[in-house]
């Protein structure tokens, strides 16, 4: 009997044992490497970013004998971008982009002359998308390229009537480059490419059409982070209900907007102390917010800045009296939410809760602001 137990007993430790390896064996491995040489470069740097990531987080790393090496972990198939720089503070390549996916490696041999040039070997995906980039490039961007210095030209001789042809062929390369795009995502409904190409082209599409195609998407795509923004896109459009959102100001207190906008006309204002066109935006939101806050008109500033010392300082400089709070850096920033890709960037929100206006220039704004206000 007692040898009965004993084995019943060495027989679930087994078991538990095997359960363990088992889930250890099946854990993801989401490393990635991206290796390479850059063409006729011995020194340099090379910087990698994510597509839609701010430059803030953008791996570097200095050439030896014209080879680069970065590592790091992704849990989905993205888009990333190196560019080449002979040093910091020189201006750098246009970016070559590719996908990579966890647990692959990706070697490419960097032609910073003629990106399509280059050698590319990557993952399943990231041979799929370079395959998909040179098509677009041999097919539509090279067209476009060729019409460049004619449409300098005609520029330079202030000839309307040839530019305005230039124009026209652009327009239609542009349109014939958006419907191969659009039937590219049809044909590939499960494909993180297609996210991707429609997130890169979401301010080009109309709307509706936006829409629609991303409807098709299928829904294993809904944690890949260009489907979640694209969503976000089209939530953010003028008569949509506003995104509502917490952040914390910079003695920790939580402020959640929707307890903030009740019948009140809100802006939401993006920026940062580092951008020079927000520093100037702030100066007519000062005028903006002293003449209207007494009739129901509040300012929610959101900031991109890392530097708390630096965000404080230009609040005091600028005398921005109204409500400032620090945006997150990771995957919940209220900026990805509102999918803002630049700052200074406006965000009017009516006394009804709905997106009344999407801009960053004053005048409109100013003329928008009291317009809501009167129709309180």
Request: glycine share 4%.
């Amino acid at each position: 009997m007692k040898n009965e137990k004993s084995n019943l007993k060495r027989m679930k430790y087994i078991s538990l044992i095997l359960i363990l390896l088992t889930l250890f064996s099946c854990k993801k491995d989401n490393s990635f490497i991206v290796k390479g040489k850059v063409l006729n470069k011995e020194s340099g740097i090379v910087r990698l970013n994510q597509i839609g990531e701010k430059a803030f987080d953008a791996k570097t790393c200095e050439l030896t004998n014209g080879e680069f090496y970065f590592k790091g972990e992704v849990g989905l198939p993205e888009e990333f971008f190196i560019q080449y720089k002979e040093n910091e503070s020189s201006r750098g390549t246009d970016y070559f982009k590719f996908f990579v996916e966890p647990g692959t490696e990706t070697e490419i041999i960097f032609d910073t002359e003629d990106f399509y040039k280059s050698e590319f070997n990557g993952s399943t995906i990231g041979n799929e998308y370079w395959k998909v980039s040179q098509t677009i490039s041999n097919e539509f961007d090279s067209k476009i390229k060729k019409l460049i210095p004619d449409y300098q030209n005609a520029q330079n001789a202030e000839d309307k009537e040839q530019l305005n042809k230039i124009v026209g062929k652009l327009d239609s390369i542009t349109n014939l480059t958006q419907n191969w795009v659009l039937d590219y995502v049809l044909a590939h409904t499960k494909s993180y490419i297609s996210a991707d190409l429609l997130y890169q082209r979401q301010f080009n599409i109309d709307v509706d059409t936006l829409q629609k195609y991303f409807d098709k998407l299928d829904k294993n795509l809904i944690e890949s982070k260009y489907y979640k923004r694209l969503k976000s896109y089209l939530s953010v459009q003028v008569g949509k209900p506003f995104l509502d959102f917490e952040l914390t100001d910079l003695n920790g207190n939580i402020h959640k907007l929707s307890s903030i906008a009740k019948d009140k006309v809100i802006l939401i204002d993006f920026w940062a102390s580092w951008c020079k066109p927000c520093r100037e935006h702030n100066k007519h939101l000062k005028e903006l917010y002293e003449n209207n806050k007494s009739n129901g008109f509040e300012i929610v500033g959101v900031s991109q800045d890392r530097d708390t010392t630096q965000f404080l300082t230009a609040i005091q400089q600028d005398e921005m009296t109204w409500l400032n709070l620090l945006d997150k850096n990771d995957e919940n920033a209220v900026s990805k939410k509102y999918e803002t890709t630049s700052v200074p960037f406006n965000v009017l929100i009516d006394s009804n809760g709905e997106i009344a206006y999407l801009a960053n220039d004053y005048e409109n704004l100013e003329i928008m602001v009291n317009k809501l206000l009167n129709n309180k």
